[in-house]
């Protein structure tokens, strides 16, 4: 990533978390419309409408209620329940086989105190219900300092649901070694390059180390007898995660690929209609600020898209 762009990222990054640029942006009257490429709406029915939609291209999803870094037990509650209402009617519309959840754990309380206790019994809450009907529940990486907490919860998960998905971040150091430990039978783990503004002492930050750190760390998911879910919209990393499996002798749905609710659609197609399992990543709700953002810091492409759009072009 050249200098510019990994300063723009930060800078970015950095507003995710500022609700007085949010309160700002919600006004600008094209906000919502840019929005919307991204988050599919702010109910249920938003989010079943879209899920309903990626299934009739053979898409399946992984729904995620947006929120995190919750301030009260309250908060935590209600997203809980948000994902056992999104459950439910997943289950009521015959969807559970197109659709699982992702939950973030600071949604679900963990900063608060006790909280590591508070977000696994909501966790545990959202995995048996996800259980009864069918389907799965995949545990949201963070940042850095969340990651040992998150991974020790979905050990515990695991020992009940052990469908219970992780995820692991590429730029991390730590990362070739954790997908080595978790790549053990029936291990679900969807491998991502990284989303949050890191320092360098814990993260890669060069776009070709991490692309490299991406590809070691697929490699050895793919090798492994878990369940590969290798996130990218890198076109780079799509060719290098279907040569590691064509090596390594893996049928096309012994792993999955997955991306972004709006990026690169047209290519969620055309692997599903190659053979491939494609999994999109679906967020909905009210609280979709930090979300939206991190989408922008991404791929400049996605900044140039949401400027365009703001004035009008």
Sequence with gaps: MKPVDLALRNILLGLARSERFKALAVRLPMTAAVVARFVPGETV???????????????????????????????????RDGYLTVISELAAVGLTGYAEVSVKLTALGLGLPGGRDLAFGHAREICAAAAAVGTTVTVDAEDHTTTDTTLGILADLRKEFPSTGGVLQAYLHRTLEDCAVLAGPESRIRLCKGAYAEPVDVALQGREEVSTAYVACARTLLAGEGYPMLATHDPEMIAAVAELARQLGREPGSFEYQMLYGIRSDEQRRLAASGAKVRVYVPFGTDWWGYFIRRLAERPANLVFFARALFGR
């Design 45 to 79: 029915f938003h989010c079943i409408t879209a899920v309903r939609t990626l299934a009739a291209d053979n898409l399946l999803s992984s729904i995620d209620y947006l929120g995190e870094d919750t301030t009260t037990p309250e908060q935590a509650a209600a997203i």
